[in-house]
């Protein structure tokens, strides 16, 4: 494994026993409202803390832009961290949720660690070296008809701009696919994506710590990611669309089009 997605995995996975350590007494946590169905706990707080004094202690000369911290320093590698992808799901005791930690270097994805620590699911990547979960290689499904496809999704709670046009793609793409998925993990649906259980995904919206390490990781896994104009422009736009090959070719153009 690379120093740095080694060192990445260790921050991880101590976030998660923070987190695995607070969904036991989740009534006893001060949550507050950022926006709209938009919330923050203490353990969002305390997660992301965790994963950054990990990361400084071996690289306190590198750049982080955190969920919860903003960004901070600045260098040619930026760590992007989501502490707690899936807030919602976490403070409801729905078990769909995830740490997302991805390394930048000069604006691009090398490093990749999506951790789910309820099902103690570890998704990894290096750039060129494959994409991982708990150390067995993962590709992104065989599937390439779009009628016989499972596809993710996540509605754009806290961007109401985006709701016609995101309802218009949704009743198409159910009509069109096997099935549309929304469980409340940006992190976790890319990783899934990666890792074949779904065929494609798509959403608007999103911030770029929800989607880093899920791109580099379905990249890694030989699938194609873009924005809606199928650039690579998703980390500042916010909306991605991506799948296995096949599946990306027929999903994109559909929702660019809605």
Same mark, same amino acid.
């Given at each position: 494994m690379h120093p740095q997605l080694n060192i990445a995995v260790k921050a991880a996975r101590? *976030?998660?026993?923070? &987190?695995n350590r607070a969904a036991q007494d989740i009534d006893r946590l001060t949550i507050t409202r950022k926006g709209h169905a938009d919330f923050v706990s203490e353990v969002d707080r305390t997660a992301e803390a965790t994963i950054i004094d990990i990361l400084k202690d071996s690289y306190p000369? @590198?750049?982080f832009l955190g969920e919860e911290g903003g960004a901070v320093g600045a260098s040619e590698f930026q760590w992007i961290i989501d502490p707690l992808d899936g807030t919602t799901n976490f403070l409801?005791?729905? #078990?769909?949720?995830?740490?997302s930690i991805a390394l930048v270097h000069k604006g691009v994805i090398t490093q990749a660690v999506v951790y789910d620590p309820l099902h103690n699911d570890l998704f990894?990547?290096?750039?060129?070296? /494959? *994409?991982?979960?708990?150390?067995?290689?993962?590709?992104?499904? =065989? =599937?390439t008809r779009l009628e016989d496809a499972l &596809?993710?999704? /996540?509605? #754009?709670?806290? @961007?109401?701009? @985006? =709701?016609?046009?995101?309802?218009?793609m949704f009743a198409q793409v159910m009509r069109s696919t096997a099935g549309i998925r929304r #469980?409340?993990? *940006? *992190?976790?649906?890319?990783a899934y994506t990666a890792a074949g259980r779904y065929d494609g995904f798509w959403e608007m919206g999103l911030? #770029?710590?929800d989607m880093a390490a899920g791109v580099l990781l379905i990249q890694e896994a030989g699938g194609l990611v873009s924005d809606l104009e199928g650039n690579d422009q998703y980390l500042?736009? /916010? @909306? &991605?669309?991506?799948?296995?090959p096949k599946i990306f070719a027929q999903l994109l153009p559909m929702v660019a089009a809605a």
């Open positions: 101590r *976030a998660g026993h923070v &987190i000369d @590198h750049a409801h005791g729905f #078990p769909m949720y995830a740490v990894t990547a290096t750039r060129g070296s /494959g *994409a991982y979960l708990n150390d067995r290689r993962i590709r992104v499904s =065989q =599937q &596809i993710g999704s /996540g509605f #754009p709670f806290s @961007h109401m701009e @985006h =709701q016609a046009r995101y309802l218009r #469980p409340g993990s *940006a *992190a976790l649906d890319l911030k #770029p710590w500042s736009s /916010g @909306h &991605i669309v991506a799948g296995t």
